[in-house]
């Protein structure tokens, strides 16, 4: 198959339908007040060690304005975090609670297209994973949301920055472009997951 064909478009673009629908199953039948909520009492029916708080590195993108501000997309809040289940299945929320997915019936900001989660195809810590759901994004992610997220960068790893001379841009910069309240984007994302943890775990 043709990666650039339009059936390849639309295996790919299959990962944000998955992603909103099942984002949508726990909404519909979980109780909560926010999404967070609902997904913490979900983990809690399915048991312990049900789900991990993976890195979410590549969902934590900023640009620089006109006047070299630092802009993160409208939704963004306070920061994202990422809860996976079996890997393949990703939950990303923002710092309000709320799922970020590329196409959601509950409604669209600019983070869920930029930032937003989707179905994993590839296996963990494998090359499946980096060529079916980051290498193709690039041929294969509809125009709009190259456009929408024209200008936006994730933060680098520290190796990366550290070889590029870009330490600024550094994921564990706790002084860096990425910082929030202090912590670097990294830890940020840390915490926050750790929330989501405390409130599964009911304390």
């Known amino acids: 198959m043709d990666d650039g064909s339009n059936l390849g478009q639309k295996i790919h673009n299959l990962r944000y339908i998955i992603s909103a629908q099942q984002a949508q199953y726990i909404r519909d039948n979980y109780p909560g007040k926010t999404d967070a909520e609902k997904l913490a009492n979900y983990m809690k029916e399915c048991g312990k060690g049900s789900y991990e708080l993976e890195g979410s590195r ?37 710092s309000e609670g709320k799922f970020q997915n590329e196409i959601d019936p509950d409604g669209i900001n600019s983070n869920e297209q930029i930032n937003g989660a989707s179905f994993n195809y590839g296996n963990k810590k494998v090359n499946t994973h980096k060529y079916l759901d980051i290498n193709v ?37 706790s002084h860096g472009r990425y910082a929030i309240n202090g912590m670097s984007s990294k830890d940020n994302a840390t915490q926050l997951g750790h929330e989501f943890d405390q409130m599964v775990k009911g304390q």
């Open 137 to 173: 994004v690039k041929r294969l992610d509809p125009q709009w949301r190259h456009d929408k997220s024209s200008g936006y960068k994730s933060p680098l790893l520290e190796e990366e920055a550290k070889k590029l001379g870009k330490l600024n841009d550094s994921y564990t910069n």
């Open 58 to 94: 590549l969902h934590q993108k900023q640009k620089k304005g006109k006047h070299n501000e630092l802009i993160y997309p409208e939704g963004y809040g306070k920061g994202d975090y990422k809860v996976t289940q079996n890997f393949h299945t990703e939950f990303l929320l923002n």
